[in-house]
């Protein structure tokens, strides 16, 4: 986040926010230049989108075999895609200048994130339609997990143990953005794109909260100081080791 006393803080002072950073630290690709692949490491990258398809969907565990191939497929081919266009275009593409919203100079991952977001439509079009066609609402959405390693739920369970009696308006709001956060993402490569997007999400949960009678950094804080005071509880209360 670009401001301290919001999500950025919440990294470094929450476990639930630390796990939340390792949560998906597996990933292929950074926001730097990728030279082309090779024909031999095409194959290999080719072989290894088709066996996360694979993986992906036997989760779902679909009795029908033609369609479980036929969402495999489509699955496979966004991989593929969206890791090719990756490659292809580089942060270079984007100019040097300031983030309009905040005055700061953008950084590599801005860059990055304005490049890749720059692609045809069709490639997330034929995702989702694809998968919408073969699937029913919740068996999309937990590929569309798989993708981002479910960062939705574990996001929301974060704001719910954050916020004093989350009430079913305010979930609902936030559930929808981390959502939006969700299906934008699958456009991108990398888990530092993926997560510079549920960023994007996030401040604007915290704005929402923040416009209806919330304190996002007073709730924050209580939670952290909660939390500190239970370990130090807990540190306190352990057996002393053995000598």
Do not use: C
Request: charged content about 25%.
């Amino acid at each position: 986040m670009s401001k301290p006393s919001k999500i950025a803080v919440f990294v470094l002072g929450l476990s639930v926010w630390a796990a939340f950073a390792a949560h998906g630290q597996a990933t292929t690709g950074t926001a730097e230049t990728t030279p082309p692949l090779s024909v031999e490491a095409k194959a290999k990258a080719d072989q290894e989108a088709d066996k996360k398809a694979a993986e992906w969907v036997a989760t779902l565990k679909l009795s029908d075999a033609k369609k479980a191939a036929a969402v495999q497929q489509v699955v496979a081919t966004h991989l593929k895609a969206i890791r090719d266009y990756n490659n292809a275009h580089p942060y270079t593409e984007t100019p040097a200048g300031i983030n309009p919203a905040t005055g700061k100079a953008l950084s590599t991952l801005d860059r990055q994130l304005i490049a890749v977001s720059a692609m045809p439509k069709a490639i997330h079009e034929n995702l989702m339609a694809g998968l919408r066609q073969q699937l029913a609402p919740e068996q999309v959405e937990a590929v569309l997990d798989k993708y981002t390693v479910g960062k939705v739920a574990f996001t929301l369970n974060g704001y719910k143990s954050i916020v004093p009696n989350l009430t079913p308006t305010e979930e609902a709001i936030l559930l929808t953005n981390l959502k939006q956060a969700r299906e934008q993402a699958v456009d991108f490569k990398s888990m530092k794109e993926i997560s510079a997007v549920f960023e994007i999400y996030k401040t604007k949960n915290e704005e929402y909260l923040n416009t209806h009678g919330r304190n996002w950094r007073e709730m924050f804080k209580a939670y952290v100081d909660a939390a500190n005071a239970k370990k130090a509880a807990d540190k306190a209360n352990a057996p002393a080791a053995p000598k």
